[in-house]
């Protein structure tokens, strides 16, 4: 059965309900229970059944409410990011409803079931198949962690490989040769392009990175304490400079080298990520990559309100800049 042809009478002669369970479970209604709700999405993903949103789309436009898709809400990054949605969103006479989505489950039927006029998506890497889907549907979406376009669909992301290679380039240009990375994690967008920017910019200098000198950090100030203090237990020689995915990785690394009588700027360089309010405020001062993280929001709701309004679907990138601060010296030999 193709995927255009399936109706909600098949998904309900799947699943053994009636139509209106169905169209219930589909809603978000609160009539039908959370079992059988589930029951029926697992016979609509089996049938590969895409709704007709034509309809939907004549009712939800008068809602004025659009919903912010995230895997977390821990952390500074996610809260200033709702608020620069929010700033917009209120200016627009707009509601704007912030979920925490599972990524152990299909993303898009729990965005159909919110009644919502369009979404902005902070998930990880939609597979092929999810993407097709997202396309199809026709509902309004802003990704903010990967690169897509379509009639329906943008993207507003951070020119994150540029990030990798900017701070490459810096701590070169600082004569630093040995050098190390503390990433975010494996499946995150800016996680990996500024991995790659910085990776390929020490291998073309003839200074690649290595192996070892690679270390988690997931984003997180205690994750990349524990890994630096880890990697200071079991090595003696220092990499001339850090290079953190982010700034609260830069923080944690810094404590661990404090704890190890090891000083910043003067024993090793460290440059961080996004200019996290507390990047100015650490001792030292922390030299990062600012990457305009409310502009992320501000730009993302925009252009969610663009497409819709009906235009076509685009990416928007947004380049960082470097903020010099105190974490970052000359190397003594060079």
Known sequence: MSMNKVTIRDVAREAGVSIATVSNALNGSDLVQPKTREHVLDAARRLNYIPNMNGKHLRAAQTHTIGLFVTSMT????SDMADSIHYLCRKMGYELNVFIADEEKPLLPSIQSRGIDGAIILFGMLNPEEMKRMKASRLPVVFLDQEAKDRCISSVIYES??????????LLGLGHRNMMHIFGVSHNYDSIQRRAGFEDALREAGFPLREENILVGRFE???AYRSMHRWLKEHDALPDAVFAANDLSAIGCMEALREYGIRVPEDISIIGCDDHLLA???TPALTTIRTHMERQGTTAAAELFRLIAGSEGRITRLPGDIVVRKSCAMHPDR
């Open 221 to 223: 100030k205690a994750a």
């Open 75 to 78: 952390g500074s990054y996610y």
């Open 280 to 282: 100015g405020y650490c």
């Open 161 to 170: 490989y540029d990030t990798g290679r900017m701070a490459a380039e810096y």
